[in-house]
């Protein structure tokens, strides 16, 4: 099964900042890439997810970069505002051509005002 | 929101017992899976479910079982109950096929085994 490696586990960072979570994954035929945010006592929310046909997408201040040759991933949050504060997971399938997942530990980011 | 909902919000057990969890999944949705995040980690699949059968498993025993039904909603069933047991538990609703595999998750159910 897949393996997703997660860093770093936290992340502090200035509010106006930015701020990177990376992520790497064992099936080099992984094909999809989501990532989830998770604010306190609430359910993991999808923000941005990446196919393997593309390298890159974004989405206002949040985008997602892929290395596929490197296997792994990242989340790249822009001009960081209190709101961003949460914990986020990356995710991998379990098998190629499959959907279900493999979680990365998380990360959780505080946006200090 | 989602629209996948789960009950109970909140459970409280003792070793030994069985539970039982329900999700309802959004609206076109043909799929449920359903994670076990345990406190401060991520979560964990422990096993889906697409066209009223279980379409793959992680590693989990067998104590921990499920059903999904016509609607497309589902349970999750847990025999004798452990401490470690205690989690939040989650569904996920997709829609199997058509590149539209992206997971919804509901609110979860708090789970507590004393």
């Known amino acids: 099964g897949e393996n997703v490696e997660q860093h770093p586990s936290t992340l502090s960072v200035q509010e106006g900042d930015s701020a990177v979570i990376k992520c790497t994954y064992s099936?080099?035929?992984?094909?999809?890439f989501p990532w989830y945010k998770q604010e306190l006592g609430k359910r993991p929310q999808l923000i941005i997810d990446i196919r393997s046909n593309v390298g890159e997408k974004k989405d206002q201040r949040i985008a997602v970069t892929l290395n596929k040759t490197a296997k792994h991933f990242s989340l790249h949050i822009t001009e960081t505002q209190p709101e961003d504060s949460a914990v986020y997971f990356c995710a991998a399938p379990q098998r190629s051509n499959d959907y279900k997942l493999s979680f990365g530990a998380g990360t959780t980011v505080t946006v200090r005002a | 929101e989602t629209g996948v909902t789960q009950s109970p919000t909140h459970l409280i057990k003792t070793r030994g017992q069985q539970v039982t969890l329900r999700c309802s999944s959004q609206?076109?949705?043909?799929?449920v899976s359903w994670y076990q995040q345990a406190l401060g980690q991520g979560p964990q699949f422990i096993f889906q479910y697409y066209r009223e059968e279980e379409n793959g498993r992680g590693n989990f025993p067998p104590r921990f079982s499920g059903l999904q039904f016509p609607n497309y909603s589902s349970e999750l069933n847990v025999n004798a109950l452990e401490l470690d047991d205690s989690a939040l538990y989650l569904c996920?609703?997709?829609?199997?096929?058509?590149?539209?595999?992206?997971?919804?998750f509901g609110p979860g159910t708090r789970l507590l085994v004393l």
């Open positions: 996920a609703s997709s829609q199997t096929g058509q590149g539209r595999e992206t997971q919804y």
């Open positions: 609206s076109g949705h043909n799929t």
């Open positions: 099936d080099s035929a992984s094909n999809y």
